[in-house]
């Protein structure tokens, strides 16, 4: 028996058995490439689900991290420190908008605040109801799972306490007819990223904004995934031109550290009182002290400008291939859609060829690399996903 193979036996016995049995050990990663207890080698394609911002091992972050864990690990939310203030001033600035900050531990926590003030608002203008999307995926504390669209990761946790109203993904009009005056906040996503990566059509945001803003409802965007720099930008919501009143924010935030953020409006911001929310290890030094060197190294690096110019290319060799029919998304977060429902037999022969992806739909591959990953990197997952597609789903007359 392999060290993995033991390994995993290990984990089914200590370990609850919510995630199944993970297809592979990971011991250490540098840069794009991750290497199993075994010793194996893979390209990190997926970067822990658009959490690796920097890569592995990024010089920056290891330096970042290890300073301050020197210097100062945790204060709780009874003291303050300089890291959490200068994070705070410098997510506001990168957002542009006047407001505050409140920082935690995830994306879930952070959707969970962020529902805190969508609750303050009703209860102050006299409103119950929550309006969010079909298919959408906000976390699964019993909150953010209420205001999850995905029925099948709801539904055994239900019935919930809030009245919450899902509407089709990117139909304005079916979200016009649904935001009226008992609507206390809507909450949307720019791309949905648990359901294959599926960004909004051009204006969805822009109507939202509209809609909310007529019935005194809080618009509040979930860009824990597609927020810094899945799509090439800081905030996907940027690209409509529109102020939400609140913004959610994860995953590459910390680039593989554990942090959560809201960004909120004054107005909105000022719904939480002394008392109303908290967290022990929201804001944590390390924590921040990360965050603040992956903003940095995104901006020295023009990390932005790479994966941009780089998701350009991997859309063109993709869609050359007849057993692709779209590639969704932005810069390097993509759904890759397939012409048959083999997705997960796909990520289960890439990672026998050394690759790491994932598979939300049956018909769809989702990548999420560092932004940092290499052009010759893009075309070797490129080259093992149409070599994996010739085994599985050969294309009539043989591939062009």
């Not at 506001?92 to 962020?114: H, I, K, M, Q």
């Not at 959610?248 to 909120?264: N, Q």
């Not at 350009?312 to 759904?335: I, M, S």
């Amino acid at each position: 028996m392999s060290y993995l193979e033991q390994i995993k036996a290990r984990y089914a016995k200590a370990l609850m058995g919510n995630y199944g049995l993970p297809p592979v050990a990971i011991r250490e990663g540098s840069g794009t490439a991750v290497t199993d207890v075994d010793g194996n080698a893979y390209l990190d394609m997926i970067g822990g689900i658009a959490v690796s911002s920097l890569g592995h091992n990024h010089p920056a972050l290891v330096e970042a991290i290890s300073g301050q864990a020197a210097r100062l690990a945790h204060t709780s939310n009874l003291f303050l420190h300089e890291k959490e203030v200068e994070l705070a001033e410098k997510l506001l600035d990168l957002w542009g908008n006047p407001g505050r900050v409140f920082l935690c531990n995830s994306g879930t926590e952070a959707n969970e605040a962020a529902l805190k003030l969508a609750i303050l608002h009703g209860n102050a203008t006299g409103k119950a109801k929550i309006v969010a999307t079909e298919h959408g995926f906000h976390g699964r504390s019993l909150g953010a799972l209420s205001i999850t669209g995905k029925a099948a990761i709801r539904e055994p946790f239900g019935p919930f306490a809030r009245e919450v109203v899902f509407v089709p993904y990117g139909d304005a009009d079916a979200l016009k007819a649904a935001v009226d005056d008992t609507v206390a906040a809507v909450f949307l996503e720019p791309t949905q990223g648990e359901t294959g990566v599926v960004p909004a059509p051009g204006g969805y945001l822009k109507a939202a904004r509209e809609l909310t803003a007529a019935s005194n409802a809080l618009l509040i965007l979930d860009e824990i995934q597609s927020g810094f720099g899945r799509t090439g930008a800081w905030f996907a919501h940027h690209a409509e031109g529109i102020v939400p009143d609140a913004v959610t924010l994860a995953k590459g935030l910390g680039g593989g550290v554990p942090i959560g953020a809201v960004l909120a409006t004054e107005a909105a911001a000022a719904l939480l009182t002394p008392g109303t929310h908290g967290s022990t290890f929201g804001g944590n030094p390390i924590a921040c002290a990360a965050s603040l060197a992956v903003i940095d190294t995104i901006e020295r690096d023009h990390l932005f400008d790479n994966v941009l110019a780089l998701g350009a290319h991997l859309e063109a060799r993709l869609l050359a291939d007849p057993r692709v029919t779209e590639v969704r998304g932005q810069a390097l977060w993509r759904g890759i859609n397939l012409t048959e429902p083999v997705a997960a037999d796909v990520v289960r022969h890439l990672i026998g060829l050394g690759v790491l992806a994932n598979a939300p739909r049956p018909d769809t591959i989702r990548i999420a690399p560092p932004l940092t990953v290499s052009r010759t990197e893009i075309d070797l997952f490129c080259d093992k996903l149409i070599a994996v597609l010739d085994a599985l789903t050969p294309a009539p007359g043989g591939r062009p």
